[in-house]
């Protein structure tokens, strides 16, 4: 159990335009639900962390205009790049916290790969 | 202002012999440390986890290690295997409300 998904895989858009990020807790409710971002040889980056119904908390220096996300449900968060520019082009990778373990236990999607043109 | 570091990015051992993976941070509030496996192409998974009262941790051929004092942990895999082979993250945590990782170890195991 605790499998996470994330849709798409790879994504390619030209800039200016928008895209969302699915991450789905397949098999478990997640309470919480963590947004990252990876450049190459780095670290995964925090980006936000969102609790299901209520607001998502950014880390400092995320544009939350920019990074809209939403976690509408138990099993379901969101992340949409706004007017999206080469630069926001990254591995964008969730994971999710589970309702019924322990705190530090997070299980991570695959990622999303993003390339902005 | 990186928290969490990882200053090889590779590492290449031979089958059998042990893997030693070096992870050092700068926040003493941290009190909660995990390492984490990642295959290409597929999230990073739990390995092992070991809190700030401890200073060992051990699971089966993996031990972690942590030494308060340098804010230093390491992961040791011995013996180690080809499927060991992937890029390994230490992270730390303030009370679990964030993780923080670092850039990641390469690990390749040779036969």
């Known amino acids: 159990g605790a499998v996470v998904s994330q849709h798409p895989s790879r994504v390619i858009c030209k800039s200016g335009t928008s895209v969302k990020i699915e991450c789905r807790s397949l098999?478990?409710?997640?309470?919480?639900m963590f947004w990252y971002r990876q450049f190459p040889k780095q670290s995964l980056m925090l980006m936000a962390t969102?609790?299901?119904?209520?607001?998502?908390?950014?880390e400092q220096g995320v544009e939350k205009d920019k990074f809209l996300i939403n976690h509408a449900s138990l099993t379901l968060s969101t992340l949409t790049v706004t007017s999206a520019h080469p630069e926001d082009s990254s591995f964008y990778i969730c994971?999710?916290?589970?309702?019924?373990?322990?705190?530090?236990?997070?299980?991570f999607g695959p990622g999303t790969r993003l390339t902005v043109t | 202002d990186q928290q969490v570091k990882q200053n090889s990015p590779s590492l290449s051992v031979q089958e059998g012999r042990i893997s030693i993976l070096n992870c050092d941070y700068t926040?003493?509030?941290?009190?909660?440390f995990l390492w984490y496996k990642k295959y290409p192409a597929e999230g990073p998974t739990f390995l092992i986890s070991?809190?700030?009262?401890?200073d060992k941790n051990e699971d089966g051929r993996f031990t972690v290690f942590l030494n308060k004092s340098a804010k230093h942990l390491s992961l040791h895999i011995v013996p180690s295997q080809p499927g060991d082979s992937a890029v390994y993250f230490c992270?730390?945590?303030?009370?679990?409300?964030?993780?923080?990782f670092g850039s990641g170890t390469k690990l390749n195991v040779k036969p």
């Open positions: 994971s999710a916290r589970r309702r019924d373990r322990a705190s530090y236990e997070q299980y």
């Open positions: 098999d478990f409710q997640a309470t919480t």
């Open positions: 969102s609790n299901e119904g209520s607001k998502a908390t950014y």
């Open positions: 926040n003493s509030m941290f009190d909660y």
């Open positions: 070991i809190s700030s009262i401890k």
């Open positions: 992270a730390a945590s303030n009370n679990f409300n964030k993780f923080y």
